[in-house]
């Protein structure tokens, strides 16, 4: 029997209209939007489903977007008999996770992301920060080469998301993470790509964010997870709230050991992977670190009642 872990995808998997064809089709996902529209006292609703995609792309909007269309299609997922053993998200979607598995309520969440998305991007001034996919090379000599930009430069240039063997992501200063390109190309990278972000996430520049966010994060009431999450900082299991809470505070600026969190995943038992929300990023990392790994998307009507079908029965 297939042990399934569900999986919530990050910034980056938003799109104009996403999540419009759950409301239509179930009362359950539309009392979601709804819900967080109220919350947030914002019509999200209509920036999900109609745009501008410029306004969606700005983090404080991205974000409880991406976590209300999570939320929502995982909803709709539990109402139809589907069950996970353990869950994991990618940045913003560790939130998703946490609220998928009982510990968060999705009115408080989505309030919380939004003023994560608020101090991370005042955290450092548009154009001052960077980040970039580097494509190619083996963990160590990207940390290797990012330590030897820092010293070089004195300003700070990390991986900030271990996506897959042979994808991370770097973030840092404007002038390091450029001159941690070229360096990177002369080592070898297949591809070193500067990515359309609006400041560094993940890295030491969002000490400020973290600062900021902590005291909402304490100030919220946990409960105990109803499964573990495994967490972006270390890939390790939690269900306790001050574990998760502690998860969420310092994740903020560092690294996602993406690859490291489906690894213990696999090695735990899990088999089956169904990534809840937009987009399918998830499901190709997957199978990029683990080829034997199955995953589902499930974030239209369609992708939903394949799991439903193949998953649930």
């Known amino acids: 029997m297939a042990r399934i872990a569900a999986l919530f995808p990050g910034q980056g998997s938003q799109s104009v209209g996403m999540g419009h064809d759950l409301a239509d089709r179930w009362p359950t996902a539309a009392t979601v939007f709804t819900d967080i529209d109220n919350g947030l006292e914002y019509d999200l609703s209509e920036l999900c489903w109609n745009g501008p995609e410029e306004e969606l792309r700005l983090t404080t909007n991205t974000q409880p977007a991406l976590l209300t269309h999570s939320v929502a299609a995982w909803k709709v997922l539990v109402e139809h008999g589907f069950r996970a053993e353990a869950a994991a998200g990618h940045s913003l979607g560790e939130y998703s996770a946490v609220v998928a598995a009982g510990g968060l309520g999705a009115v408080s969440a989505a309030r919380t992301v939004r003023e994560r998305g608020r101090l991370m991007q ?136 993406w690859t490291q969190t489906i690894e213990r995943l696999r090695s735990d038992g899990f088999d089956t992977f169904v990534e809840i929300g937009a987009g399918n990023v998830l499901c190709g990392l997957v199978k990029r670190i683990d080829r034997a790994a199955t995953c589902y998307p499930a974030g239209t009507v369609e992708t939903i009642e394949k799991v439903i079908e193949h998953l649930v029965g």
């Open 122 to 257: 005042q955290a450092v001034p548009v154009g001052r920060g960077a980040m970039a996919a580097i494509l190619g090379l083996d963990d160590e000599v990207v940390r290797a080469v990012c330590d030897e930009i820092t010293t070089e430069t004195g300003e700070a240039v990390v991986p900030a998301n271990f996506n897959s063997p042979g994808q991370v992501v770097i973030a840092g200063g404007a002038a390091a993470v450029a001159r941690a390109i070229d360096v990177l190309k002369a080592r070898g990278a297949r591809r070193a790509l500067p990515l359309p972000v609006s400041a560094p996430f993940h890295s030491p520049l969002m000490a400020p964010a973290r600062a900021g966010l902590a005291p909402t994060l304490r100030g919220l009431e946990f409960s105990v997870l109803g499964f573990p999450v495994y967490r972006n900082i270390d890939a390790s299991p939690v269900t306790m709230p001050e574990a998760v809470c502690d998860g969420l505070i310092k994740q903020v600026d560092s690294p996602v050991l």
